[in-house]
Structure formats: structure tokens, C-alpha cells
């Protein structure tokens, strides 16, 4: 049994993604594969550089996160190197995602660089085919591992501190006793403005989590910006649409104990892990039928359209009045659930380790 000597770059650990996504996946895998005796971890961070460290000391490089027009990406021709590409989101809208200038050149240099890589690993087939169009990469360079839930042991995830009794939470207060939920960013994509507009419809309060729609201090004209400006200004004095911004641990526990239903709205998603929390805490979902997240929810959760904001509200509505619903997408979400754990995720990625080297 090969073993494996593999530096990790941690560098989304020490920046803003240490509270979103990329930050939670460079974390989650790392504790995984620290637990398979086959792999030694080694945290790096390559911010300055590969150059800054001795590479030769590992067997293969792992940079868990890629800028499509951000300088960040350099691949060291003394190891293998891996390098996780979660989605090209910004690609497929590029009226909403403008890089200008820099960025363009950026993402010619960032391109030619990844193709230097010795795979690519990604989190759906869905972005597997973006990455392929885009990106120019060989498909049998690229493999899929999918996310799993913020905790390691998904049987047993309902009773973890994160999903288990809200305790004296600082946000109970703050919460109606139906709502629907929300998690993430606000911009394009995420759909947000018709999540709230669905909502305002059926008379069932959102609440939202996350940094980014509670924020004040950002440039409101920016493009990528335009969906936060405009929730924030439409609905930011409105009792119903609650913004809570960044949550700990507790009150997270909180927020998805009071959920009526957790709602990912997506015009486009790589992934759309909120769903798979949803799955573990036994909220039901309802959610938009676009490609990455019907490949993660199957049949365990109720589909819309998600540029009709009347099926929306009906699905919504639907969910949260209809009992038995809720009981038959619990059931099926505690089988698929199944389908998703870090222990899988650290497999399929090791699987990946010993293509290459």
C-alpha cells in the first residue's frame, strides 16, 4: 500500500473563504485525509508561491481552489499537483461576472497554467462539462468528488453540535415561527430576488445566512454587486426578509431546528452544498431544477422553475402546508444523504493521488 506525503495549500484557511465554501472544503478534506493511513498532510500555503517551500519534500501537491482571474495559480514541474476547480460560474454569465481588462489577461495566464496540471479535480459532473468547455481540459484529466455535509459522520449528524438543541441561541429571537431559508451569497446566480419576491407572495417570511447580505461596506456599483444593492434596498427595512449575516455554531443549530423548509433557488449552481446540510439537519428542501443540483438532490427534494417566481411561491407553499410531503422528502433525503460523506470524498480523492504519481 503506497503512502502518500501530501502538501495541501491552505492558504483559503488564512482569507475571506475561511468562512464560505472553499474555505470548508480545504478544511473538511484535509481532516479526512488526515484520518486514512495511507496520506500524511502536510499545510502549506502558497500565497508567495511554490517557490517559498522545499516541494521536493512531498509526493504531490494539492491547491484545493482555483481563481479564474486572479493570478494565484503556479504548478511546480519537480511534483504532480492537483489542483481543485469547484466551478466557472462567472464564464457562463460574463455580463453579470465582468473581469475587465486584468482579469482577462489574468484568466489567459490562469488557464495555461491549470492545463499545466497533472489532474483536475471538480464537484459535479455539471461543472465537470463547464470545465471541459471552458477550460480546454482533457475530459480523462478531470474526476468528480462530490462535497458532503459540514460534520464527518453524517449518520450521526442531526445530533452534532451544529445540527443538535439550539441552547440560549442569541438569533431565536429574531426568528418567525415558519420561515424559509436561505444560505449563501447574494449575486446573480443565486436568485435571490425571487426567492424574496416568492416569498412576499405566499406571506411566509426568508431568512438569510451568510456574510455577504448583511454587509455594508462594499462597492454598491459594482456589477457583481447589483443583486445585494438591489435586495438591500428593495428589502432591507422589511421585517419579513431577515438578513442575519455570518452565524456560529450555536446559533446555526438554532436556524435549522425553527426551518420550515430550506429553499436553494439557483439559476446555476457547481454544487449547491446547503442542500446536503439540509438533508443531514432533516429539513426539507425545495429547490430550483437546474443541472448541478438535481445531480445532487435526485429525488429528495421539490423542484421549480427557477425564472417563474408563481411556481416558486406554489412549491414553497406547498411544502410548508402539505405534512405528509414534508414526511415522504425527509425519508428520501435520509437515503440520499447517504450518498454523501468527507470519508467518500477523501477516497475518491486519494483514488486521484495514485493516478498521478
Known sequence: MKRFRVAIDTTPLESGHRVRGMGSYVKQLAQALERDSRITVHPVELRHGAGRILITEYDLLHIPYFDLFFPTLKIPSE?????????VIPLLYPKHYPPGVRGRINFTRQKRELQKASAIITISETSKKDIIRFLGIPQEKIFVTHLAPGNEQSSVISHSPRFGEAGQSSVIGKLPRKFVLYIGDVNYNKN???????????????????????SKDYDRGHPENRELRELQDKYGEDKDVIRLGFLEEEDFATVWKKASVYCQPSLYEGFGLPVVEAFAAKVPVVCAKTQALAEVAGDAACYFDPYCVDDMAGKLKGVIENRKLQRDLR?????????????????ATIRVYEKIS
Open 79 to 87: 511534483v504532480p499537483t492537483v489542483v481543485t476547480v469547484p466551478d
Open 331 to 347: 425519508g428520501k433525503s435520509a437515503m440520499r444523504i447517504k450518498k454523501f460523506s468527507w470519508k467518500k470524498t477523501a477516497r
Open 192 to 214: 435571490i430576488l425571487r426567492l424574496a419576491e416568492a416569498c412576499k407572495k405566499i406571506k411566509i417570511p426568508l431568512v438569510i445566512v451568510g456574510k455577504q447580505a448583511a
